[in-house]
């Protein structure tokens, strides 16, 4: 990531120096993916499909804490000799409740990364589609520049263009 963010400034540079001699001739424009990707609608969907399994496991993992909290009250009632076997019990529960915390985790980043490249793989593919329309030669992430004019910016026709493609 680090080598991919200085090769793209170390571009970026070379670029500005280089620009000057082939403005007359090269069509220039920006895009501020992060603004694509935020205010698309697919991306609101989908944090609401994560959001709302995430609240199904949170119910799913307090029904596992209330079994846990029941059996520790249990334990504490028990004579010695059952409470050994309580006690196995108990720490079984609470390995499967570790289990169970992980691979939720694990699953739910798994989700959200798909779908985030999925995103982001669409919003590129539209970049290049209104670039080619456009005959514009290099197209760059705003992030990456530090200054900018707004005549430059194609953010909005990737947003509308994006929207009509997922509303289809």
């Known amino acids: 990531m680090k080598k991919t963010v200085s090769f793209v400034a170390a571009l970026c540079m070379v670029l500005t120096l280089a620009i000057p001699a082939f403005a007359a001739e090269m069509k220039i424009a920006y895009v ?11 991306t609101k ?3 609401l499909v ?33 409470r ?23 699953q739910l980043a798994e989700q959200r990364d798909k779908v985030v490249r999925e995103i982001f793989q669409e919003i590129d ?11 514009y030669d290099l197209v760059l992430n705003k992030r990456v520049l530090l200054f900018q004019k707004k005549d430059f910016d ?8 994006l929207a009509k493609k997922y509303n289809k």
């Open 84 to 106: 050994a076997k309580k006690q196995e019990q108990l720490i079984e529960k609470k390995r499967q409740l570790e289990d169970f915390d992980r691979t939720v985790r694990q």
């Open 32 to 42: 501020d993916v992060a603004e694509v990707f935020d205010n698309y609608q697919k």
């Open 125 to 135: 593919d539209v970049v290049q589609a209104v670039s080619a329309r456009g005959g």
């Open 50 to 82: 994560l959001k709302t399994a995430g609240e199904a496991k949170e119910k799913e993992r307090n029904d596992m804490m209330n079994t846990l909290r029941s059996m520790e009250d249990e334990l504490a009632l028990l004579a010695a000799d059952a």
């Open 154 to 161: 194609i953010t909005p026709q990737v947003s509308t263009e």
């Open 45 to 47: 969907d989908q944090d």
